[in-house]
Every structure is written in C-alpha cells, then in structure tokens.
C-alpha cells in the first residue's frame, strides 16, 4: 500500500501552531485544545498536528491517549520531539524501558537537549541505574543549569530529620492520630505503588498514603494503624533547588499525605491547621 505523501503545514498554519505552544506557556490548556481541534479539523491526521495533540494529552494527565495521537505521527517534521514525547508518554506509564529506548533515539537526533537527558536520567532511576542516571542528569545541568539543576545531595539520616520535624510541626490533635501510623521513607514509588491505579500515578509524585483514611473506619474495625504514608526522597530531592526549599516541600508532602490520612478536603485542611 502506498504511503501518502507528507504535505508540510503552511506558514500560516505553523504560526496558529506558535500560538497554541504561547496558549500552554501561559497556562491556557483549554484554549489551546480548542485552536488546535479547529487546526486538526482542517488537516485531519496530519503528523505534525498529532504531535501538539499528544503533547496537549501529556499536559492534561493522559499517557495513553497521548501515545495514541502519536501512532500517526512518525513521519512529523521532527523526528526528536516525536521520540520524546512518546517516552514521555511510556514514563508516565511506568514503562521505563521503552521510555529509556525512545529517550535515547530522540537524544540520536537532538544529542543537545536537556529536557531528553533529564528523563533520561529520572527512567534509568526507575530501571534501576543509578550510575547512569547521574550521567544523564549531569549532562541536563551543563546544558541547561537553571531548568535542570543536578539533583540535592543528602544523607539519609539528614533527610529523615528533616520528615521528623515537619512531624513535629503537625497541630497536636494531628500527631495525636499518627502514633500508630508508620511514615516511611523510600528512594523511589515502585512501578507496583504507581500501577495500583487506572490511570498509573505519575513516577514523579513527592509522596503517597496508602490506605482508608481515619474517619472512613467503622466501630467494628480491627484496631491498627490504617495505613502508610510514604515520602519519596529522590523525587523530593529532584524538586528542590537547596535545602531551605527541601525542609518546606518536605514539610508540605508530609501535610498533604496526612491530610488524605484525615480524609481531608482543601477547607478542612485550613480548619485543621494543615493548609
């Protein structure tokens, strides 16, 4: 069967696409889904057009159908933003494999991008490749200090004084609830952790409870802890530019998390001296 031949978007159309990269910068998901609908209306299954639907389905939280719109766009006008975007696509869904093979054939043809060897080195974390994701990270920093900075170094009995204080910080009603539930600390989610759910939470989450909440349990349930919340060092590490900006955005995972414990929602949370 014949392949249609590629017909390159006009000048024109190019700059309506310059305005829905404008509209994401600035925030505005929905007006930019809308001025490309009405493009992808007009050039239905054009390849370039299917690569900014899949980048608009990654802004809005949704992997598969991001990995679906790039099924027609392997012969866009740029090959890199295509593997990119697609190992984006298998990150997010905790097929690091795939996103470490797709990184690495964009990084082929755009060897100078910084975004490609960020995830690069966060996929080699996940795959278990601590060496390599250093590399990769440390690359990202000389091309791009300012947006992708290495990762903090802390030592782990550093890192769990920090979780230990913003425990302390807790309103005493709160701790009061919490003698009994563990707050655990690990390097990474594991792909079990982000896979429990449809669609898989994202590999870079900050932190997690796992379990009912507190005033979800009945009269009659077992006596125990309810579950667990879990803070993720190296993601936190990743997130935070110093230490001043880690003990806040640790202080604040460890508030959020107890605050889906508590069952909690955003008013709640101010009422309880968590917000």
């Given at each position: 069967?014949?392949?249609?031949p590629?017909?390159?978007?006009?000048?024109?159309?190019?700059?309506?696409?310059?305005?829905?990269?404008?509209?994401?910068?600035?925030?505005?998901l929905?007006?930019?889904?809308?001025?490309?609908?009405?493009?992808?209306r007009?050039?239905?299954?054009?390849?370039?057009?299917?690569?900014?639907?899949?980048?608009?389905?990654?802004?809005?939280?949704?992997?598969?159908?991001?990995?679906?719109?790039?099924a027609?766009?392997?012969?866009?006008?740029?090959?890199?933003?295509?593997?990119?975007?697609r190992?984006?696509?298998?990150?997010?869904?905790?097929?690091?494999?795939?996103?470490?093979?797709?990184?690495?054939?964009?990084?082929v043809?755009?060897?100078?991008?910084?975004?490609?060897?960020d995830?690069?080195?966060?996929s080699?974390?996940?795959?278990?490749?601590?060496?390599?994701?250093?590399?990769a990270?440390?690359v990202?920093?000389?091309?791009?200090?300012?947006n992708?900075?290495?990762?903090?170094?802390?030592?782990?009995?550093?890192?769990?004084?920090?979780?230990?204080?913003?425990?302390?910080?807790?309103?005493?009603?709160?701790?009061?609830?919490?003698?009994?539930?563990p707050?655990?600390?690990?390097?990474?989610?594991?792909?079990?952790?982000?896979?429990?759910?449809?669609?898989?939470?994202?590999p870079?989450?900050?932190?997690?409870?796992?379990?009912?909440h507190?005033?979800?349990q009945?009269?009659?349930?077992?006596?125990?802890?309810?579950?667990?919340?879990?803070?993720?060092?190296?993601n936190?590490l990743?997130?935070?530019?110093?230490?001043?900006?880690l003990?806040?955005?640790?202080r604040?995972?460890?508030?959020?998390?107890?605050?889906?414990?508590?069952?909690?929602?955003?008013?709640?949370?101010?009422?309880?001296?968590?917000?």
């Amino acid at each position: 069967m014949a392949t249609r031949p590629y017909e390159t978007l006009t000048e024109a159309e190019w700059k309506q696409v310059d305005r829905i990269h404008e509209m994401l910068d600035d925030g505005e998901l929905d007006d930019a889904r809308r001025a490309l609908d009405e493009l992808m209306r007009q050039r239905p299954d054009h390849p370039d057009l299917r690569i900014e639907d899949a980048t608009l389905k990654l802004e809005a939280g949704q992997p598969r159908q991001a990995l679906a719109a790039l099924a027609g766009a392997e012969r866009s006008a740029d090959p890199a933003r295509f593997f990119f975007l697609r190992a984006m696509a298998h990150h997010e869904l905790s097929r690091f494999a795939e996103a470490e093979a797709d990184v690495l054939r964009a990084l082929v043809v755009h060897p100078g991008d910084p975004a490609a060897h960020d995830l690069l080195s966060r996929s080699r974390d996940h795959l278990g490749d601590p060496e390599g994701a250093a590399e990769a990270s440390e690359v990202a920093a000389e091309l791009d200090p300012e947006n992708y900075p290495e990762p903090l170094e802390m030592s782990d009995g550093e890192f769990d004084t920090l979780v230990e204080r913003s425990i302390a910080d807790l309103p005493e009603r709160i701790r009061e609830k919490l003698d009994e539930l563990p707050v655990l600390v690990q390097p990474l989610p594991s792909t079990e952790m982000l896979t429990e759910v449809d669609p898989p939470l994202s590999p870079d989450l900050l932190g997690l409870f796992v379990g009912r909440h507190i005033f979800a349990q009945s009269p009659s349930a077992v006596p125990g802890a309810p579950g667990a919340i879990f803070l993720f060092r190296k993601n936190l590490l990743r997130a935070c530019s110093d230490a001043d900006e880690l003990a806040r955005e640790v202080r604040v995972t460890v508030q959020h998390e107890v605050g889906h414990l508590m069952g909690l929602d955003e008013d709640e949370l101010e009422d309880w001296g968590l917000a």
